[in-house]
């Protein structure tokens, strides 16, 4: 029992639509710090997105197999049962080691403990889990016998439902009312009834518990936003996930429960037909059989009305501390029978399984000798079956797992990690294939959230869950192409059958109008609305306009997608088409490789479509870096060379942040330790390492210059292929590539050929004069030169009356030019003491 067992304990209890995770979680927003449990993970992010309009990201997780967002400053976790912090009865940290205290803690649908399949979570938190100011615990009237038997000092209370629920009799699809949910209890059924719904009633939303947070999201959405007026679900609609559903119909009153086919329970009944209503509007459930099994008894419909349920006569158990001595420690403790009355052994769970077909395997068992390694099988053994495998499939995909964590360094291999989430990391197929997908990348998810099973588990969180985010908006769009005809739905419930055959036509200047009313224009992806055609009486018209526009988005999107490379074009940190902006250039992770972001105005197109934009646009960015600045892609490529030092990556990352051109002053250290070969290396990516500055000559010519100028944001620009400029005039500085010097700015490149050019004329300490002929032909003034000789580490001798000027080398070691002198070498101590 947990140390924080006095703290108060309140059970809330009622039916559906009673508002009790409401009001719970306005409770543990008045605490300084709290916890909640939550059966789904799309519960969980949907609790979580609330507390952070409250409270602020930064100070708010999300704790659950597959996703966790956990900022430094958070005091309010949003978890799944299972992902709980739990530790010896008191609240862990969220990497299950160090122990954090919550002032509240919260289950939801504690009832849950009754379930063959993950009960025993449920028990084990409503036993264990307690916050040290207050403990709340909701669920359905059911729990009460179990909460006085387990948990006698907690307080009950009640909540009545806000609104009637009442049952309105067996209707066909074709028959029911909009902002029904139609519940079903296989994919299957919810494919069947949805493709059936497209047909009659022009589509449906789809939601089921194995839906990512974000398709979930975006199916709701097309509900909330009248886009569609039906929903088909799972069971998972009757978890708190909160629609504004008019009326619940069973398609069907059976499911499967993981080991046979039997009946809903009354109280899964009341669960799920209770989300029919919110707040004070009443609601109504049905089925969709007047007879037969999948029909209700007037018995069944009397105790949901009167949200009468069963009590619970046991809940579910497993010991939540096993014994980690031994493997077969383990296994008994897990295999431990309760002790009080009211609890039973739960059923063996699928981690449970695969554990003991582990170990039978001898290599396993010379690997775990010690509770450590016993502990770590059973964390790689709580792996879900996101893919629904089986046992056997299941156990051999984690004892390979298990395998990596239990050698060398204990860290999955980077190479299979990376293969397999590629292999997922594709976007065609069917619904059911890209289902498939997002279920094994939440495998990989699950993987990489373990901080100590990857040598990088930040960096491969973050690839799992872009994969994921892109198969989600795939099967978004998939579902949707599959099941939803919004011209059925929408159009002709907004403006009738009349008006659905009236001509939209979009003009050569992108001027839009219906019979003959002009109601706007369209500027690429932007339709603008004519102020005059926003009068109640052309309402109509302008619905039909604006569904009209949804082909021609779909057309210019295919357009923009397939664009030559000449219809593409960089403007700042504009990316355009056809003179239009659609992207815009942002920080990334170089220069070389910044983030491109879609126009908002580019929400118009599916996402199929935006994700074949992008990724033109950045075949097109990389196809145009690779021609005007290839320079940059080899400093990039340098930085994340494994095989070069770290001299040599830190110094071509600081290039490439300055743009390839920066002060020897601010790299001295770094130049003075590369070893020769990497000073071949970066000779070769096509840097100069100049007496005065590090650049490469190639970006300074005029195309390069302009884009370089356009990534770094430079504003003021050089007029093209200038050598000097006075001092002060636009681009006048190093970041444009010119060295001021007195009155002048030389280019960098030119101020190389001169220092070149003063190392060859002297011999040694003796007086000398350069030539002059060089500097003049550039347009250096003799005062601007005087300035360069002294940053090159010369000083000015005494010369007679009318004679040219003399220069000394006042260097400390005099330096020997090789055969072929290069700025590698001969001017290595002029570097060194260039402001003497």
């Known amino acids: 029992m947990s140390q924080f067992a006095r703290s108060p304990i309140t059970a809330v209890l009622g039916p559906t639509n009673t508002g009790k995770t409401h009001l719970a979680v306005e409770r543990m927003c008045g605490h300084a710090s709290g916890m909640m449990g939550f059966p789904l993970r799309l519960l969980a992010r949907e609790v979580y997105d609330r507390v952070v309009r409250l409270k602020g990201a930064e100070h708010v997780a999300l704790v659950t197999g597959e996703e966790k967002i956990l900022p430094p400053k958070a ?47 449920f028990t084990d938190r409503l036993l264990r ?68 719904l497209r047909r009659l009633r022009g589509g449906a939303a789809v939601v089921m518990g194995a839906l990512s947070p974000r398709t979930r999201n975006a199916q709701v959405e097309m509900f909330q936003a009248g886009e569609v007026d039906y929903l088909v679900a799972t069971d998972a609609i009757g978890m708190g996930l909160n629609m504004d ?28 037909a209770g989300r029919a209503g919110r707040h004070q509007k009443d609601g109504t459930f049905g089925a969709l059989n007047e007879e037969g099994p999948n029909a209700f008894t007037p018995e069944e419909v009397l105790n949901i009305e009167a949200h009468r349920v069963r009590p ?37 769970a699928i981690d449970l399984a695969v554990l003991k077909r582990l170990a039978d395997e001898a290599w396993v ?34 004892g390979r797992l298990f395998g990596h964590l239990s050698e060398g ?93 009236l001509p939209v036509t979009i003009g050569p200047e992108g001027e839009v109008s219906v019979e003959e009313h002009v109601l706007g224009s369209l500027e690429g992806f932007r339709f603008k609305v004519d102020p005059q055609a926003r009068a109640a009486d052309r309402k109509m018209l302008l619905a039909a306009a604006e569904k009209r526009l949804a082909s021609e988005y779909r057309k210019r999107g295919a357009a923009l997608a397939d664009a030559e490379d000449d219809a593409l074009a960089l403007n700042g940190k504009l990316l355009e088409w056809r003179g239009l902006a659609v992207a815009e250039l942002g920080p990334g992770a170089s220069l070389a490789r910044p983030k491109i972001t879609l126009d908002r105005a580019l929400d118009v197109l599916d996402p199929p479509a935006r994700i074949a934009v992008r990724e033109r646009l950045e075949t097109w960015f990389a196809a145009q ?43 001295a250290r770094l130049i003075d330790a590369l070893a020769p070969d990497a000073r071949k290396t970066l000779r070769r990516i096509g840097v100069t390492i100049g007496t005065l500055d590090l650049f490469a000559p190639a970006l300074l010519k005029p195309q390069a210059a302009r884009w370089r100028r356009e990534l770094m944001g430079l504003s003021d620009v050089p007029p093209d292929g200038a050598t000097v400029l006075p001092r002060g005039a636009p681009g006048a500085d190093l970041p444009h590539g010119y060295r001021p010097l007195g009155a002048q700015a030389v280019r960098v490149d030119l101020v190389e050929r001169i220092a070149r ?71 290595a101590v002029l570097a060194s003491l260039r402001h003497g």
């Open 75 to 121: 005091k309010w976790f949003l978890c799944t049962a299972e992902s709980m912090p739990l530790s010896g009865g008191m609240l862990a940290g969220a990497d299950g080691r160090n122990a954090r205290e919550f002032a509240f803690v919260g289950l939801d649908e504690a009832q849950l403990g009754a379930d063959p399949e993950r009960g025993h979570v």
């Open 129 to 196: 889990a307690r916050g040290f100011a207050e403990t709340m615990i909701l669920g359905s009237d059911s729990l009460k016998p179990m909460l006085r038997a387990l948990v006698p000092d907690a307080e009950i209370i009640g909540r009545p439902r806000f609104s009637t629920l009442s049952y309105a009799g067996a209707r066909k699809l074709s028959r029911l009312p909009r902002r029904s949910a139609i519940v079903a209890f296989s994919a299957e059924e919810v494919y069947a009834v949805a493709e059936t």
């Open 245 to 272: 559903v008019h009326h619940v119909a069973f398609a069907s009153l059976t499911k499967f429960d993981g080991r046979r086919q039997r009946r809903l329970t009354v109280a899964e009944m009341a669960q799920i």
């Open 312 to 348: 619970l006569e046991r809940l579910y158990w497993r010991e939540g501390e096993p014994d980690f001595a031994s493997i077969d420690d383990l296994i008994a403790s897990l295999e431990a029978k309760p002790e009080h009355e009211v609890l039973r052994a739960a059923p063996q």
């Open 365 to 398: 068992r010379d690997r775990v000798r010690s509770p450590f390694m016993v502990a770590r099988l059973w964390a790689a053994c709580g792996l879900p079956d996101f893919r629904k495998l089986g046992v056997d499939p299941h156990a051999r995909f984690v």
């Open 409 to 501: 360094r204990g860290h999955v291999p980077h190479q299979w990690f990376a293969d397999e989430i590629q292999r997922l990391d594709h976007m065609g197929g069917d619904v059911e294939t890209i289902a498939g997908r997002i279920a094994a990348t939440r495998s990989w998810a699950y993987i990489a959230h373990r901080q100590d099973w990857l040598e990088d588990p930040h960096h491969w969180a973050g690839r799992t869950r872009a994969i994921e985010e892109r198969l989600s908006d795939a099967l978004h769009a998939g579902l949707t192409q599959r099941f939803v005809d919004k011209r059925t739905t929408v159009l002709l419930r907004q403006i009738g059958a009349d008006a659905s055959n």
């Open 625 to 667: 870096l690779a021609r005007y600045l290839p320079v940059f892609a080899r400093l990039d490529a340098a930085t994340r060379d494994s095989a070069a030092s770290g001299e040599l990556r830190a110094l071509a990352g600081a290039l490439l942040e300055a743009g390839g051109l920066l002060p020897r002053r601010a790299a």
């Open 757 to 827: 050019a003063a190392h060859d004329s002297r011999k040694g300490r003796k007086p000398f004069a350069p030539d002059l002929a060089l500097a003049t032909s550039m347009g250096v003034k003799p005062e601007t030169l005087a300035r360069l000789m002294a940053q090159l580490g010369f000083k000015a001798a005494r010369v007679r009356e009318g004679q040219p000027q003399h220069w000394i080398w006042h260097g400390l070691t005099p330096v020997a030019p090789a055969k072929a002198p290069t700025a590698d070498n001969a001017f």
